[in-house]
């Protein structure tokens, strides 16, 4: 019997991989989500690719009535939590929005798991929560901060996940810390679609090699690294994924929760990044220096040890296929619109 896994915020851009993963796992799969960051066109992508139709509630998780009717329906056996919001720089503008979104989004969807006895959750983590390294590699061992509202909601986040753990044994939670997620998915059906101009560096070159913005900011190049512009931990998003799978293998098999790094441990640069995407779009992307973004860390990638160790979990797929496949969903998306 197949174990059922309730995806909230699996239309969006992370979640969408996670399904396909958890579908080729042999899970069965239900998505909530309220299409805030998600093109209604995912769903469909998603049956393309599976070959499996898609259930789904269009439900905001802060919908507690909404919630229990689906737990009512569906017997779970554990939660992959995505929904929440995500942009840095609009957490600093609206941070109330972040705090009821990503804060209460979690308290109301683990409390209606808990009435439903539904006690296996795994939970979208980020690298933020590290705030500025004092080292590197960066261990889950690391000082913890936040820069951010956005990067506060996720360590609340996980601070609110470990009281409800220590005052309830039932509870088994996987908390997964992301680094740099980008790419997309070898099809090209899916794949990052930012509704704005986009925050994040691999969404901009995108758009700046689909010739819709005229050239990268490079946002700093006086930083103490190689190349003197930022290094982060770029990870395909279907290693992710492949993550959240093993994640929840490892809750199921063991009943234990953890708390791990999802990255490769190798960190590149804005300009490696933007040199490696030129080679896959077939030209120089333009770019030009400007001063550094206030917030950013010179440099942040994982110490990948404990996912290795505790889930089994590392990243196989390199720069060159990062932007590979990032460039063939923007072709194939492009061709769509
Ligand atoms: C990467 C590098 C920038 C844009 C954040 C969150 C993290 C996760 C990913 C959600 C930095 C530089 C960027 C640009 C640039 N988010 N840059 N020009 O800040 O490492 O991480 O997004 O899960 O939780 O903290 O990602 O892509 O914004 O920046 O030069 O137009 O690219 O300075 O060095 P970041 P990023």
């Given amino acids: 019997m197949s174990k059922r896994i309730l995806l909230t915020g699996g239309a969006g851009y992370i979640g969408s991989h996670t399904y396909v993963a958890l579908i080729e796992a042999g899970y069965e799969v239900v998505i909530l989500d309220n299409f805030a960051n998600a093109a209604r066109r995912v769903p469909g992508a998603l049956e393309q690719i599976t070959g499996v139709p898609v259930t789904l509630f269009e439900h905001d998780v802060l919908d507690r009535a909404a919630l229990d009717a689906i737990f009512a329906e569906h017997a779970f056996d554990a939660v992959v939590h995505f929904a929440a919001l995500k942009a840095v720089g609009e957490s600093v503008e609206k941070p109330l929005e972040y705090m009821q979104c990503n804060l209460g989004g979690l308290v109301t969807l683990m409390q209606a798991m808990a009435q439903a006895g539904v006690f296996n959750l795994v939970f979208s983590s980020s690298a933020a929560v590290y705030g500025v390294p004092e080292s590197l590699p960066i261990p889950e061992t690391a000082p913890l901060s936040h820069a951010n509202p956005y990067g506060y909601t996720k360590l609340v986040g996980e601070e609110i996940i470990a009281q409800t753990c220590a005052s309830d044994p039932r509870w088994s939670v ?134 290795k160790d505790v889930l089994g979990f590392k990243a196989t797929r390199g720069l060159e296929e990062m932007c590979t496949s990032s460039w063939h969903w923007i072709n194939t998306c492009a061709a769509d619109n």
Wanted: hydrophobic fraction near 35%.
């Fill in 174 to 307: 996987g908390v997964l810390r992301y680094f740099n997620p980008v790419g997309a998915h070898t099809s090209g059906l899916i794949g990052e679609d930012p509704k704005d101009i986009p925050n994040n560096l691999m969404p901009y070159i995108a758009k700046v090699a689909a010739g819709e913005l005229p050239q990268l900011s490079v946002f700093g190049d006086d930083y103490a690294t190689p190349d003197g512009t930022g290094v982060r931990d770029f990870i395909h998003v279907c290693d992710l994924a492949d993550g959240h799978v093993l994640s929840l293998n490892a809750l199921f098999r063991d009943g234990l929760g953890h708390t791990v790094n999802l990255g490769t441990g190798q960190g590149y640069s804005v300009l490696e990044l933007l040199g490696a995407y030129s080679k896959a779009c077939g030209r120089d992307l333009p770019f030009q220096f400007t001063p550094r973004r206030p917030g950013d860390p010179a440099a942040s990638y994982a110490d990948p040890g404990l996912a």
